[in-house]
């Protein structure tokens, strides 16, 4: 009789101690997840944060089947949530967003160790109630994510800001060289068509000066030997569009030559009307 109580007292006894070592299991589980989170959460090159996440994902996939195992529903559904934060920190385009999942599965993970805690120490009653609804923590994690967007959005809009105040910046210069650009210009054309203007003066005066000149040598040519015949130039008759080609002093130098070429002809010619005298 003594036997049947002994066994029977046992068949109630051993159900209780294997759910404790199964929340022992799961608690050392969750303190090497949480363990891991941190150490993601905390590092500074990608490396760390993916080796320790790695980590941190296969412990909290371990403290979930552990808690599902127990029938603790509230550890089994954070640890759940943990994982996938995890999982998410790794398949983030930036470092920040990155650390702000692993923030949350490592704030999760703490959250964690007091709901199995607290399962463990009230083993085949676990049923208490939630500080917080689901619905509301759920709002509260949305409030999170779009908080951590939006500051994002601040961020990217304020740059967008400074690189449009800097290209305005940069097309007032611009507008400023080419005002200054085409003011020089106007200046130049003015400079070249007061030029030119004094250009096609100088030609008109200089082309009938040299007519006039070799008309007199020609007439002096025939007072001195009526049989000589002066060899007319001419070359020094020119267009007005030579001149767009040349400056002012290049215009004055070319009727300076012309004149000095035709007097020397007259002067060769005049030599040999003293020569044949001789």
Same mark, same amino acid.
């Given at each position: ?139 509260? #994690? ?71 000149? #070799? ?64």
């Amino acid at each position: 009789m003594k036997k049947i109580a002994f066994i029977l007292f046992l068949s109630c006894f051993i159900p209780k101690i294997n759910a404790q070592n199964v929340y022992d299991d799961a608690l050392t589980a969750a303190s090497y997840a949480y363990s891991h989170s941190k150490k993601a959460h905390g590092s500074n090159n990608v490396y760390h944060t993916q080796e320790y996440a790695d980590k941190a994902i296969e412990a909290f996939e371990k403290v979930e089947n552990l808690a599902n195992q127990c029938g603790c529903k509230k550890a089994n559904e954070t640890a759940y949530q943990a994982k996938v934060d995890m999982q998410s920190s790794l398949e983030q385009d930036t470092y920040e967003r990155s650390r702000f999942f692993a923030k949350r599965a490592k704030e999760l993970g703490s959250k964690l160790l007091e709901e199995l805690t607290f399962c463990q120490a009230n083993v085949g009653d676990y049923a208490y109630n939630e500080e917080v609804s689901i619905e509301e923590e759920n709002e509260i #994690e949305e409030e999170n994510v779009m908080a951590e967007i939006s500051h994002e959005v601040s961020s990217k809009q304020k740059e967008l800001e400074e690189k449009r105040h800097q290209l305005e910046i940069e097309q007032r210069e611009l507008e400023q060289q080419i005002a200054e650009q085409n003011r020089q210009k106007a200046e130049f054309e003015a400079r070249r068509a007061a030029e030119l203007k004094e250009q096609t003066l100088i030609k008109s005066k200089a082309e009938n000066a040299l007519k006039k000149l #070799e008309n007199a040598l020609q007439e002096l040519s025939v007072v001195l030997n009526e049989e000589s015949t002066f060899e007319s130039q001419a070359d020094y008759l020119r267009s007005e569009n030579e001149l767009k080609n040349e400056s002012l002093d290049d215009t004055k130098t070319f009727y300076v030559n012309r004149a000095k070429e035709l007097t020397q002809t007259a002067m060769q010619q005049f030599a040999s009307f003293n020569m044949v005298e001789n």
